[in-house]
């Protein structure tokens, strides 16, 4: 049973640029969250997907952007990189536990703003 | 707002003896309370988790206690080994429509001392 995949595993970009990252939710699984996660800090919610729709949304400006598509895979895009958004990015697909979601991590994709 | 303080940030015991990381919740609507370690590289792994309505639960060496009336969990390791040595978040969840709202704390490194 695959877990959450991310693509790539590390990255680096220049300032202004702009990034995708990708993630595979857990099989069975059809919630996508995507966090940042800055140096020593914990995860911070970007936004959830759900049926090809965000969902919810954390407090990060509209630079950040997604997308689900129809087998619950989803996209991260990052735009006009700043040197504030170098942080590891991971991917959350949630599995559904009564009136809960267990919320089950990728291993990251790091990004480095130069 | 909603908000997850945890603590120690960090904490150092001796190989065998027990870990105590304590957290507190602000949004009594939470119903759900998991901990994830996190090791150097790699995404949080989720080690335990409790629901709102069990005061608590164990797993081998790892246990969870939960008081709602003062909106406390903490996360209790025995015996502990070197391969404990990680960075610990608790987080805090509740549902709305369907959709999942995690806040997490600001982590704990544990170090485990041979």
Do not use: M
């Amino acid at each position: 049973d695959a877990g959450v995949t991310q693509s790539p595993t590390h990255l680096i970009k220049t300032r202004g640029q702009q990034v995708t990252l990708r993630c595979s939710p857990k099989s069975g699984h059809d919630t996508v969250s995507w966090y940042q996660q800055a140096l020593g800090q914990g995860p911070q919610f970007i936004f959830q997907y759900y049926e090809e729709e965000e969902r919810q949304r954390g407090n990060f400006p509209d630079r950040f952007s997604g997308h689900q598509f129809p087998n619950y895979s989803s996209e991260l895009n990052v735009n006009a990189l700043l040197l504030g958004d170098s942080a590891l990015y991971l991917c959350a697909s949630i599995g559904l536990a009564g009136d809960t979601g267990e919320l089950f991590f990728g291993e990251g994709s790091r990004l480095t703003v130069l | 707002g909603e908000n997850v303080e945890q603590h120690p940030s960090t904490l150092s015991v001796q190989e065998g003896d027990s870990a105590v990381i304590k957290c507190t919740y602000s949004d009594s609507a939470s119903n759900y309370f998991p901990w994830y370690k996190q090791e150097l590289g790699k995404g949080p792994q989720l080690i335990i988790d409790i629901r709102s309505n069990v005061g608590e639960k164990k797993d081998q060496r790892i246990a969870v206690t939960l008081n709602k009336t003062a909106k406390h969990f903490s996360l209790h390791i025995t015996e502990t080994q070197p391969e404990d040595s990680a960075v610990y978040f608790c987080a805090a969840s509740k549902s709305t429509s369907g959709t999942y709202k995690y806040i997490f704390g600001t982590g704990t490194r544990l170090k485990v001392l041979a």
